[in-house]
Nanobody
């Protein structure tokens, strides 16, 4: 069992930055971030696949950076140049059995945090 806890959300103006963190109680080979805006499905943001390769959605690529502090077992999401469309609840997710073709699908992840709200004002 893996417990995940996110932190770092908040209110920021468009063009600003935030850094989210996700502290994990156990280790998983793949950890990532998803987000869910009101009335929308949970969508893939970024993932660190098996601790080495990183993947991003097209909407955040070149603005967001995912990283892991393996010593402290913390996952980060650095978000720069934020836009109002980034407003959502951001969730940390983890799994040990994902294959590359599945890493963008929320249903494939076994463990989830409670989420942290990110609001970007225009």
């Amino acid at each position: 069992q893996v417990h995940l806890e996110e932190a770092g959300g908040g209110l920021v103006q468009a063009g600003g930055s935030l850094r989210l963190s996700c502290a994990a109680s156990g280790r998983s080979s793949t950890t990532g971030w998803f987000r869910q805006a009101p009335g929308k499905d949970r969508e893939f943001v970024a993932t660190s696949f098996r601790g080495s390769r990183t993947y991003y959605s097209d909407s955040v690529k070149d603005r967001f950076t995912i990283s892991r502090d393996n010593a402290k077992n913390i996952l980060f999401l650095q978000m720069n140049n934020l836009v109002p469309e980034d407003t959502a609840i951001y969730y940390c997710a983890a799994d040990d059995r994902l294959i590359q073709s599945s890493l963008r699908r929320a249903a494939e992840y076994d463990y989830w945090g409670q989420g942290t709200q990110v609001t970007v004002s225009s």
